[in-house]
């Protein structure tokens, strides 16, 4: 990996477990979460995505997903919140809970358009 594709990737998906450079597949079923502000989720989005702040994910996730083995992705600005997000919700029970990183590394990562 060259050094400019390094520090992209590391700007972008610091709080990810790994650094993720291909595109994934996503299941056929999933739940796609933004857990920013309401102004960011408007100012940008994931196609597909539904807006559940990090901070009120606790409160909202079962209308959203009732079961706890559902596919959510999870992503905001930096994955700093959505790492937030994923522990709230791995607290809770629910077992398949990926952090996609920041918007845009998520978009790259799983090629959804980023919707403006």
């Known amino acids: 990996m060259n050094v400019r594709k390094w520090l992209g990737c590391l700007l972008g998906s610091v709080f990810l477990a790994g650094c993720r450079t291909e595109t994934m597949a996503l299941?056929?079923?999933?739940?796609?979460?933004?857990?920013?502000?309401?102004?960011?989720?408007?100012s940008g989005h994931l196609k597909g995505a539904v807006l559940i702040p990090h901070n009120t994910i606790r409160d909202q996730i079962t209308n959203m997903a009732p079961n706890k083995?559902?596919?959510?992705?999870?992503?905001?600005?930096?994955g700093h919140r959505a790492s937030i997000a994923q522990q709230t919700l791995k607290a809770i029970g629910y077992t398949q809970v990926i952090n996609l990183?920041?918007?845009?590394?998520?978009?790259?990562?799983?090629?959804?358009?980023?919707?403006?």
């Open 27 to 42: 299941p056929e079923k999933y739940l796609l979460l933004d857990v920013r502000t309401r102004e960011e989720y408007d």
């Open 69 to 78: 083995e559902a596919n959510i992705f999870l992503y905001c600005r930096s």
């Open 101 to 116: 990183g920041g918007v845009s590394a998520a978009s790259q990562n799983t090629q959804l358009p980023i919707i403006r």
